[in-house]
């Protein structure tokens, strides 16, 4: 499980950042974050983040 852990919380942060900057973006309406563009820098970062965990994750079981 101790190895696991960065590869799910990459995973919905990615999936969040995503989610955030096409809001942000105004591709998915609806919601309060529609249309703002802290949404679609925010977002991104949070994506990439989210990737990088993913990568972390897998280095690791790995080793």
């Known amino acids: 499980m101790k190895?696991?852990?960065p590869i799910v919380l990459g995973v919905i942060l990615a999936v969040l950042g995503g989610i955030w900057t096409?809001?942000?973006l105004n591709v998915l309406g609806g919601s309060a974050m529609s249309g703002s563009s802290f949404w679609a820098v925010v977002g991104p970062i949070?994506?990439?983040v989210g990737i990088v965990l993913i990568g972390v994750g897998i280095a690791r079981r790995k080793g």
Do not use: E, F, K, N
Request: glycine share 12%; no cysteine.
């Open 22 to 24: 096409l809001q942000g």
């Open 46 to 48: 949070v994506l990439v």
């Open 3 to 5: 190895r696991t852990w």
